[in-house]
């Protein structure tokens, strides 16, 4: 156990909603990262959060958008939702901003299916 | 649990044979390497890392080799078990940027 929770652990939706995506950091990490692994790919990294501001951007699209909150707990929402974006969606959190030495621990992931 | 990367490389090794698991990464500016297991249903786990001044660093059942000239990364893992069957992930960062994963190797042992 990594100590990083992730919540809920599956969700089935239809094309077209939207999905809010909860994770909960271990505790004294103040980085949340949010990555997106699909059938066939490695993980993509989508974005990330430091002390509750946004500290780097990666391959997110704009229907998507995350924020951390006070208390550090983050939000993955993904609005208009399409087939394509089934997929793993796996939070991470550091001690610091990332970089050299910051390992990245895991949670479970939640399981996206667009139906 | 889902399958994650149904068409990765495969590895397979005799339970008790040493595993290697390679990987290439693309920037010469990257100077810290993880290595990450992941297990079917469950997140990537923590392994092993590496600074770009170092060769070789070992854990326990584990040694991670970096040759920076050709940009190269391994994971050899010492008297492989059946609970060492997952998906192995490399990992690079040049700095204070995000991590880039490659694209992971399926390691199977056979008992």
């Known amino acids: 156990d990594s100590g990083v929770t992730q919540t809920p652990k599956h969700l089935i939706t239809a094309t077209g909603q939207r999905v809010t995506l909860r994770c909960s950091p271990r505790?004294?990490?103040?980085?949340v990262y949010w990555y997106q692994q699909s059938l066939d790919q490695g993980l993509q990294f989508l974005i990330q959060?430091?002390?509750?501001?946004?500290?780097a951007k990666g391959n997110i699209l704009e229907r998507f958008s995350a924020q951390q909150f006070p208390d550090l707990h983050s939000e993955l929402n993904l609005s208009s939702l399409e087939l394509g974006d089934s997929a793993l969606y796996f939070c991470?959190?550091?001690?610091?901003?990332?970089?050299?030495?910051?390992?990245?621990?895991f949670g479970p992931g939640t399981r996206l299916t667009v139906l | 649990g889902e399958s994650v990367g149904l068409h990765l490389p495969t590895l397979s090794v005799q339970e008790g044979d040493n595993s290697i698991i390679n990987c290439a990464y693309s920037?010469?500016?990257?100077?810290?390497f993880i290595w990450y297991k992941q297990e079917s249903g469950k997140g990537p786990q923590f392994i092993i890392d590496?600074?770009?001044?170092?060769d070789k660093r070992q854990g326990q059942r584990v040694t991670v080799l970096l040759n920076k000239t050709v940009k190269h990364l391994s994971l050899q893992i010492a008297a492989t078990q059946p609970g060492d069957s997952a998906v192995y992930f490399c990992?690079?960062?040049?700095?204070?940027?995000?991590?880039?994963f490659g694209k992971g190797t399926r390691l199977s042992v056979i008992a």
């Open positions: 590496i600074r770009s001044n170092m």
């Open positions: 959060y430091y002390n509750g501001e946004e500290r």
């Open positions: 920037n010469s500016a990257s100077d810290y």
């Open positions: 505790s004294g990490d103040l980085s």
């Open positions: 991470a959190s550091s001690v610091a901003g990332g970089g050299e030495s910051d390992t990245q621990y």
């Open positions: 990992a690079e960062t040049p700095g204070n940027t995000p991590l880039v």
